[in-house]
Nanobody, 119 residues
Framework: QVQLVESGGGLVQPGGSLRLSCTAS????????MGWHRQGSGEQRQYVAQ???????NYADSVRGRFTISRDNAKNTVYLQMNSLKPEDTAVYYC?????????????WGQGTQVTVSS
């Protein structure tokens, strides 16, 4: 089983930046893809970005060019650098990690961190 701990959310003005972090922990697991989803108030959860163990990133169209995902495999940590933030980026951001354990593949989710973009 994998636990995820997120940090870095907060309140920022439009055009500002924030950096989210998420660290995975678990025994006898192999972490594969890590990434982020988000859920605005009254909305469905939507995909934001993910990164493979070999550092290949993928982004939703809504954040491409503004957000950068990265990871530190030695620390089992994924980061989301968010620049040029817009009010529509306001949401709870959830980290996820896919992992292999005993030949099965699972997904773990973090508890979520609030990002609010407002003047």
């Amino acid at each position: 089983q994998v636990q995820l701990v997120e940090s870095g959310g907060g309140l920022v003005q439009p055009g500002g930046s924030l950096r989210l972090s998420c660290t995975a922990s678990g025994n006898d697991v192999i972490i594969t893809n890590m990434g982020w989803h988000r859920q605005g108030s009254g909305e469905q959860r939507q995909y934001v970005a993910q990164i493979s163990p070999r550092y290949y990133p993928n982004y939703a169209d809504s954040v491409r060019g503004r957000f950068t995902i990265s990871r530190d495999n030695a620390k089992n940590t994924v980061y989301l650098q968010m620049n040029s933030l817009k009010p529509e980026d306001t949401a709870v951001y959830y980290c996820f990690a896919n992992y292999n354990q005993r030949n099965w593949t699972y997904s773990a989710w973090g508890q979520g961190t609030q990002v609010t973009v407002s003047s």
